[in-house]
């Protein structure tokens, strides 16, 4: 009902002229609309995880949202220092995508360029180097894929042999039992793959064809050249993908991902976004003293 009342809400707005008058407003003018994206999705996964993937028509509706607005779509770097310039062009916008995953290479990507819109990439680089499905990512997935159901063989995984699938709560906690095991055997990317692969065989997904077609991949070191070249603008969201607490820790994950990154790019990555959002103050100055803007 709240969800109905809001889009009546919006509706009504827009009829009246509201958002016209906004997106033209002195107030808009000064500020910067970041649209922030992870996946687009190459098969269902906008069905399992919604947060994080969109299908990719809806990724269109909105490119050309912007375009019929004609907003003017900005790199994010050039659109930070134009805001502090107080230089922004009215209806400034920038467009992220987290992570850097092959979908974003053979769905966004493709839409984008077919805009004209630039776009800021924040690329992990661990997995783009090893071509495996993202561990945890795969895990919470082929759970999906067997929703509803009450299944048995998990003792063969380690887990408990039944294996309740009804409801997500359920499947988290499977998911968070096969990461810390991983982390407690300190198991490398390819002997969790091996995990993944084995638990697919348990619930009785077909892993080899999720693989094939590089579901929860991240784009491989010569596509990451390749878009690279065509304009796309490459920055830092650490090499593995995480956020140490230890300041040495930390900072190799930055400096590990800047290097692979100058490497495939031929530029210097300066700014830096949080994987998974995950943010503590005690990281500002680690960051400032690898000279992160």
């Known amino acids: 009902m709240l969800k109905q009342t809001k889009v009546a809400a919006l509706k009504a707005l827009k009829v009246a002229g ?5 997106r033209d407003s002195r107030w808009r003018q000064d500020r910067l609309l970041i649209l922030c994206y992870h996946g687009i999705s190459l098969d269902d996964e ?42 922004l062009p009215q209806r400034s916008v920038a467009i992220t995508f987290d992570d850097g995953t092959y979908d974003f290479y053979r769905r966004a990507y493709p839409l984008l360029r077919r805009y004209g819109f630039p776009v800021t990439v924040y690329q992990t680089t661990y997995y783009s180097d090893h071509q495996l499905p993202v561990f945890n990512l795969m895990c919470s997935y082929l759970l ?25 709560a359920g499947r988290q906690q499977i998911v968070r039992k096969l990461i810390a095991m991983a982390e407690e055997r300190g198991l490398s990317g390819q002997e969790k793959n091996e995990i993944a692969r084995d638990l697919a065989s348990v619930v009785g997904v077909d892993y080899d064809d999720l693989a094939s077609r590089r579901l929860l991949h991240v784009m491989k070191p010569e596509e990451v050249k390749e878009l690279a070249v065509e304009g796309v603008d490459f920055q830092l969201h650490t090499h593995r993908h995480r956020t140490p607490r230890d300041r040495s820790l930390f900072q190799r994950e930055i400096r590990e991902n800047r290097d692979r990154l100058t490497q495939l790019t031929g530029k210097v990555a300066s700014h830096f976004c949080f994987p998974s959002g995950v943010y503590d103050r005690q990281f500002l100055p680690w960051l400032s003293e690898e000279g992160v803007q």
Request: hydrophobic share 45%.
């Open 46 to 87: 906008h069905h399992w995880r919604p947060a994080l993937y969109m299908a990719p028509t809806q990724l269109e509706t909105r490119l050309s949202l912007l375009k019929a607005g004609g907003y003017n779509v900005l790199l994010l770097g050039e659109a930070l220092q134009r805001l502090q310039a107080g230089s």
């Open 18 to 22: 509201a958002f016209s008058l906004m």
């Open 144 to 168: 999906w894929k067997q929703r509803g159901k009450m299944l048995s063989g998990g003792s063969a995984i380690g887990l408990d042999d039944q294996l309740d699938l009804r409801a997500e």
